[in-house]
């Protein structure tokens, strides 16, 4: 007797439901297999996601699976489960995750790139000569030796790593007839060569018990917090753990916040392992990304270090997970599928059976909050690696103190000083632009945008006012709108500014800046960056993206602008971000011989959150601040769910997350808390009104459970004309 097998299909867009069609003629595929499916008059591409015994309907009314449109499952079982897992925890439509771990042409019904990878192998007639014979021609000498090395085959992109342009010598080689091209299959790979990973410097004790503890843990789950100040060599128990998964055969997956903001750790893991490196994020082109997506599910390439979207890639060998900068915010997705990446890392990692390790300077509060609980391992990096020694870090109370171009005398001198002894200064301002207003000494008015609650930035450079929030450009008035008058001053400094006043207070001291504006071109901050590496740069100026994982040896003194506006924010992880950015930007400072310096410049030098940093480091800020979320009942000790809505009008958002109070009042659980509807803290962006609805609970089954029976009510509601919403689980910014 056969099996009646429903087979059950996900098709893309925001449908919840998977789609019920008989397995069809043509054999059936696996789950994770694209298949070709009849959906209305027309037909559609979807991924089987599994076989069902019986359906909910009549199974003489549903038609049959067209075809398969891939010899082999493009999602494992376990990649399968994930996503299955995350788009029902984070409430997003299965069929839209499915589809958006794709790359897009798959999205399509496009077919899977041929197996294998391009290689060289040498002829009969190459194999029975001697390189020697080639002696006038070095690069075909080159090439022949290291293919007398592997008679299986090389596969060509990792010869042309290897020994670099090798066009023309294989040209030359080609028409001799001693070699010819072939297909390697990915197992066949022959790795580049490994003598680069045994260079590498000795481990210091504690590096060598962290990557002891990583390597017991293999083949098996277990979630590391690498908890080391910057330059205490965690990239280097990343890359000894790396390259002892992939000699034995496995892959390993190495997540990023960002890669672009990283040229240096990419070329690390290039030259320190075996290659192909698989490269993922969002700003490559769709074809580039598709092959390193290729290599990473065909398994021929054992790393791949990827933002995001990589924790979806399919692995078929994955045997060790990374998290580099485990606290980053943008490891959460912000738009559609709101996923946390990071937590998505550690689920992953339980469900192939593999060590995880999240490594940070300043580990966000739940991850110190499930080191306590004794879910995390916590493995330690104390001091620097290579003996550099930690900065001093200074508060520097700026109250009644002559400023110039933002700058205390006392930071001026320290800036004198570390200049005159050769040293590089790193000052990190988080506003980019010129003046953060523009506004009239008659009359009062102020430059601010028509779209949202907020004020447009001035760009000088560009002779602008730009809305930061919405992108709103405007011409810069060269008279008052109001008045008329011809008063128009700028209050505040952005980076632009600061750059101009170093200018004149630094003249002939060559001053680079860093930030989205400036680096905008593309390959303009690999410039700066190896222009401040090779020392032609001496002060170094930007935003946050100086704290995101670079690493300048020459700088000796480290300073923040203005600390004061990240104090008092609204968010309640304001407090935590301040300090992360605070000792990210202290890490940059004296990583070499000479011991650095950190001023931070505030009007606050009392405020406790500073003192504790200051007084017992990072880790005693974190307990104190761990105290406070448990007495507010804040996460990590709560767990939260953000439903957003926005619309023309105020009052319609509002309206709208009033209904879905309604319907949510009955589904509560006692120890479901909702809180709202209120308008959100910037509440008109782009012309739209926004509100938000908090759900808070104290255990997080209890909250999955509520958001289970709620969402769909959500999609069920009437619409209100112009309300879009969504639901945010575990959101990162309030
Ligand atoms: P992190 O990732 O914690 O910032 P890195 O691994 O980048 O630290 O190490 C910082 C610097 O110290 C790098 O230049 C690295 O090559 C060097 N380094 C790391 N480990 C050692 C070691 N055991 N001995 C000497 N130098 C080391
Ligand atoms: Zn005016
Ligand atoms: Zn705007």
């Given at each position: 007797?056969?099996?009646?097998?429903?087979?059950?299909?996900?098709?893309?867009?925001?449908?919840?439901?998977?789609?019920?069609?008989?397995?069809?003629?043509?054999?059936?595929?696996?789950?994770?297999?694209?298949?070709?499916?009849?959906?209305?008059?027309?037909?559609?591409?979807?991924?089987?996601?599994?076989?069902?015994?019986?359906?909910?309907?009549?199974?003489?009314?549903?038609?049959?699976?067209?075809?398969?449109?891939?010899?082999?499952?493009?999602?494992?079982?376990?990649?399968?489960?994930?996503?299955?897992?995350?788009?029902?925890?984070?409430?997003?439509?299965?069929?839209?995750?499915?589809?958006?771990?794709?790359?897009?042409?798959?999205?399509?019904?496009?077919?899977?790139?041929?197996?294998?990878?391009?290689?060289?192998?040498?002829?009969?007639?190459?194999?029975?000569?001697?390189?020697?014979?080639?002696?006038?021609?070095?690069?075909?000498?080159?090439?022949?030796?290291?293919?007398?090395?592997?008679?299986?085959?090389?596969?060509?992109?990792?010869?042309?790593?290897?020994?670099?342009?090798?066009?023309?010598?294989?040209?030359?080689?080609?028409?001799?007839?001693?070699?010819?091209?072939?297909?390697?299959?990915?197992?066949?790979?022959?790795?580049?060569?490994?003598?680069?990973?045994?260079?590498?410097?000795?481990?210091?004790?504690?590096?060598?018990?962290?990557?002891?503890?990583?390597?017991?843990?293999?083949?098996?789950?277990?979630?590391?917090?690498?908890?080391?100040?910057?330059?205490?060599?965690?990239?280097?128990?990343?890359?000894?753990?790396?390259?002892?998964?992939?000699?034995?055969?496995?892959?390993?997956?190495?997540?990023?916040?960002?890669?672009?903001?990283?040229?240096?750790?990419?070329?690390?893991?290039?030259?320190?392992?075996?290659?192909?490196?698989?490269?993922?994020?969002?700003?490559?082109?769709?074809?580039?990304?598709?092959?390193?997506?290729?290599?990473?599910?065909?398994?021929?390439?054992?790393?791949?270090?990827?933002?995001?979207?990589?924790?979806?890639?399919?692995?078929?060998?994955?045997?060790?997970?990374?998290?580099?900068?485990?606290?980053?915010?943008?490891?959460?997705?912000?738009?559609?599928?709101?996923?946390?990446?990071?937590?998505?890392?550690?689920?992953?990692?339980?469900?192939?059976?593999?060590?995880?390790?999240?490594?940070?300077?300043?580990?966000?509060?739940?991850?110190?909050?499930?080191?306590?609980?004794?879910?995390?391992?916590?493995?330690?990096?104390?001091?620097?690696?290579?003996?550099?020694?930690?900065?001093?870090?200074?508060?520097?109370?700026i109250r009644n103190q002559p400023l110039r171009a933002g700058l205390s005398p006392v930071l001026r001198e320290r800036m004198h000083a570390a200049l005159a002894t050769g040293g590089q200064v790193l000052l990190l301002l988080n506003r980019?632009?010129?003046?953060?207003?523009?506004?009239?000494?008659?009359?009062?008015?102020?430059?601010?945008?028509?779209?949202?609650?907020?004020?447009?930035?001035?760009?000088?450079?560009?002779?602008?006012?730009?809305?930061?929030?919405?992108?709103?450009?405007?011409?810069?008035?060269?008279?008052?709108?109001?008045?008329?008058?011809?008063?128009?001053?700028?209050?505040?400094?952005?980076?632009?500014?600061?750059?101009?006043?170093?200018?004149?207070?630094?003249?002939?001291?060559?001053?680079?800046?860093?930030?989205?504006?400036?680096?905008?071109?593309?390959?303009?901050?690999?410039?700066?960056?190896?222009?401040?590496?090779?020392?032609?740069?001496?002060?170094?100026?930007?935003?946050?993206?100086?704290?995101?994982?670079?690493?300048?040896?020459?700088?000796?003194?480290?300073?923040?602008?203005?600390?004061?506006?990240?104090?008092?924010?609204?968010?309640?992880?304001?407090?935590?971000?301040?300090?992360?950015?605070?000792?990210?930007?202290?890490?940059?400072?004296?990583?070499?011989?000479?011991?650095?310096?950190?001023?931070?410049?505030?009007?606050?030098?009392?405020?406790?959150?500073?003192?504790?940093?200051?007084?017992?480091?990072?880790?005693?800020?974190?307990?104190?601040?761990?105290?406070?979320?448990?007495?507010?009942?804040?996460?990590?000790?709560?767990?939260?769910?953000?439903?957003?809505?926005?619309?023309?009008?105020?009052?319609?958002?509002?309206?709208?997350?009033?209904?879905?109070?309604?319907?949510?009042?009955?589904?509560?659980?006692?120890?479901?808390?909702?809180?709202?509807?209120?308008?959100?803290?910037?509440?008109?962006?782009?012309?739209?009104?926004?509100?938000?609805?908090?759900?808070?609970?104290?255990?997080?089954?209890?909250?999955?459970?509520?958001?289970?029976?709620?969402?769909?009510?959500?999609?069920?509601?009437?619409?209100?004309?112009?309300?879009?919403?969504?639901?945010?689980?575990?959101?990162?910014?309030?």
């Open positions: 007797m056969t099996e009646a097998r429903i087979a059950r299909v996900a098709l893309p867009g925001p449908l919840d439901e998977l789609f019920d069609y008989l397995p069809g003629v043509m054999g059936q595929p696996e789950p994770g297999t694209r298949v070709l499916v009849p959906f209305g008059r027309s037909r559609r591409v979807g991924i089987l996601v599994e076989y069902a015994a019986e359906c909910g309907c009549d199974p003489s009314r549903l038609k049959p699976v067209e075809r398969a449109l891939d010899p082999r499952p493009l999602f494992g079982p376990t990649d399968l489960t994930l996503i299955r897992w995350a788009a029902r925890y984070y409430r997003h439509p299965l069929g839209d995750a499915l589809f958006t771990a794709l790359p897009v042409r798959l999205r399509e019904s496009g077919p899977l790139l041929a197996s294998g990878v391009a290689g060289i192998r040498l002829t009969a007639a190459g194999a029975a000569l001697t390189p020697a014979e080639l002696a006038r021609a070095p690069r075909q000498q080159a090439l022949l030796a290291r293919l007398l090395e592997s008679p299986e085959g090389l596969a060509q992109r990792n010869l042309a790593d290897e020994l670099g342009g090798i066009t023309s010598a294989l040209r030359a080689l080609r028409a001799k007839g001693l070699v010819e091209s072939c297909r390697l299959e990915p197992g066949a790979v022959a790795s580049a060569d490994s003598s680069a990973v045994l260079a590498a410097p000795e481990l210091n004790p504690e590096q060598a018990a962290a990557l002891a503890a990583v390597s017991e843990a293999l083949g098996g789950f277990r979630p590391f917090l690498l908890d080391g100040i910057t330059g205490s060599g965690k990239t280097e128990v990343y890359i000894r753990a790396i390259a002892e998964v992939v000699a034995a055969g496995g892959q390993a997956l190495v997540m990023v916040p960002e890669i672009g903001l990283t040229p240096q750790l990419r070329e690390r893991f290039r030259t320190r392992l075996p290659g192909p490196l698989a490269v993922l994020h969002s700003a490559l082109a769709a074809g580039e990304r598709e092959r390193a997506w290729h290599q990473a599910a065909s398994g021929e390439a054992p790393v791949v270090l990827g933002t995001r979207s990589a924790v979806f890639v399919p692995l078929p060998r994955l045997a060790l997970i990374v998290v580099d900068e485990e606290h980053d915010p943008s490891l959460k997705q912000q738009e559609g599928f709101r996923y946390s990446a990071r937590d998505l890392a550690v689920r992953r990692a339980q469900l192939v059976g593999c060590p995880v390790v999240l490594g940070t300077a300043t580990p966000a509060l739940e991850t110190l909050h499930n080191v306590t609980a004794g879910r995390y391992h916590r493995l330690a990096l104390p001091r620097r690696a290579g003996g550099a020694r930690p900065p001093t870090i200074n508060l520097l109370d980019r632009g010129y003046a953060p207003v523009l506004t009239c000494h008659s009359c009062g008015w102020v430059g601010v945008c028509p779209d949202c609650d907020a004020r447009m930035t001035l760009h000088l450079g560009e002779r602008r006012l730009w809305c930061h929030h919405c992108g709103r450009i405007e011409s810069v008035p060269r008279d008052c709108p109001q008045c008329g008058g011809p008063d128009l001053r700028m209050l505040g400094r952005g980076t632009e500014r600061l750059e101009e006043g170093l200018t004149e207070l630094f003249p002939g001291v060559r001053i680079a800046r860093i930030d989205r504006d400036s680096t905008r071109r593309k390959g303009e901050l690999t410039r700066l960056l190896a222009a401040v590496h090779r020392g032609e740069v001496q002060i170094l100026l930007g935003t946050q993206m100086l704290a995101k994982g670079h690493d300048f040896p020459g700088v000796t003194l480290a300073g923040v602008i203005d600390l004061d506006h990240a104090l008092y924010a609204s968010d309640f992880r304001a407090p935590e971000r301040t300090a992360q950015l605070i000792v990210q930007v202290a890490g940059r400072a004296g990583r070499a011989e000479r011991a650095g310096e950190v001023v931070l410049q505030t009007r606050h030098p009392e405020h406790p959150l500073l003192q504790s940093l200051l007084r017992e480091g990072y880790g005693g800020f974190a307990r104190a601040a761990l105290a406070e979320r448990e007495a507010a009942q804040l996460p990590p000790f709560t767990y939260l769910a953000l439903l957003r809505a926005e619309a023309p009008e105020q009052e319609a958002a509002l309206a709208f997350l009033a209904a879905a109070r309604a319907h949510a009042e009955p589904l509560c659980s006692p120890e479901v808390e909702l809180l709202g509807p209120v308008p959100a803290p910037l509440s008109r962006r782009a012309g739209r009104h926004r509100a938000q609805l908090l759900v808070q609970c104290a255990q997080r089954p209890a909250l999955q459970h509520f958001l289970a029976h709620w969402t769909p009510t959500l999609r069920a509601l009437r619409r209100i004309k112009g309300v879009r919403w969504s639901l945010d689980v575990d959101p990162q910014e309030m």
